[in-house]
């Protein structure tokens, strides 16, 4: 199994994952173009691409949805963000198998109809997702927990979100419970984590409120002793391919 994060961030998500029969997109929020030539940056095709699922229905997820609808590439998503979206698709089932990997939809707390993250299974190798989040959840670290390779969102630092230029009802929005997930908050997860993970992306890095390199440095302190790697993902590049 192996994973790639396309793009990360407002700017756009797509995330490859790589399993036995094939690739899953978790997310669109690149254009069809921009996905192709990251995706063979990162050394792989969409060729394989066997389906996308997706985590909600916010335009940075699904931007370039209707070019993969349009080539008869399968849509997953829960019943909630089907609805949001008014597409066809096929529900998510916990346990169902897509190219390969079996793949488990997890409640996430954040402001959209059915927001989920995903864990991936194949051979006893566990794949844990979850960016776009307030906070996380009991059900969120049970899914986490086991994982080898771990994708989670650290998008703030509280203190520049703060002093940030952002108007008071976005901040809020951004900091509550259904809003996105602050650098201390991910690792102070990852730290409850520790030991089981031996690679962790950290994913949907604000522009604005974070920079990559207070977000690598919080993370780490918090994971002090950790054995591990830390790896970035980028709002205009592939990240690193995690295996
Ligand atoms: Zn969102
Ligand atoms: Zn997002």
Wanted: glycine share 12%; aromatic share 6%.
């Amino acid at each position: 199994m192996k994973v790639c994060a396309l793009g990360s961030g407002s700017t756009g998500n797509a995330l490859l994952v790589e399993g036995p029969e094939g690739l899953i997109l978790v997310d669109a929020g690149l254009s069809w173009r921009e996905l192709k030539a990251r995706a063979s940056r990162g050394g792989f095709s969409l060729a394989h691409l066997k389906a996308v699922v997706l985590t909600h229905e916010h335009a940075d997820h699904v931007r370039g949805l209707e070019t993969l609808a349009r080539r008869g590439i399968p849509v997953f998503a829960t019943g909630g963000t089907l609805r949001a979206l008014g597409l066809e698709g096929t529900a998510v089932v916990p346990g169902m198998e897509l190219a390969g990997l079996r793949i488990f939809p997890f409640p996430v707390s954040h402001d959209a109809a059915e927001p989920v993250g995903y864990r991936f299974d194949c051979n006893g190798l566990r794949l844990g997702l979850a960016t776009d989040l307030g906070q996380v959840t009991p059900e969120v670290m049970r899914h986490l927990h086991g994982c080898q390779t771990v994708v989670l969102e650290a998008n703030h630092d509280l203190g520049m979100l703060l002093a940030g230029p952002y108007p008071w009802p976005l901040k809020t929005r951004i900091m509550g419970p259904y809003g996105h997930l602050a650098n201390d908050a991910a690792g102070q997860a990852l730290r409850t984590l520790q030991g089981e993970a031996r690679a962790v992306l950290l994913a949907h890095l604000s522009q604005e409120n974070n920079t990559p390199a207070l977000a690598l440095e919080t993370v780490a302190l918090a994971l002090d002793g950790w054995k591990g790697r830390l790896y970035l993902a980028y709002p205009d590049r592939p990240s690193a391919v995690l295996s």
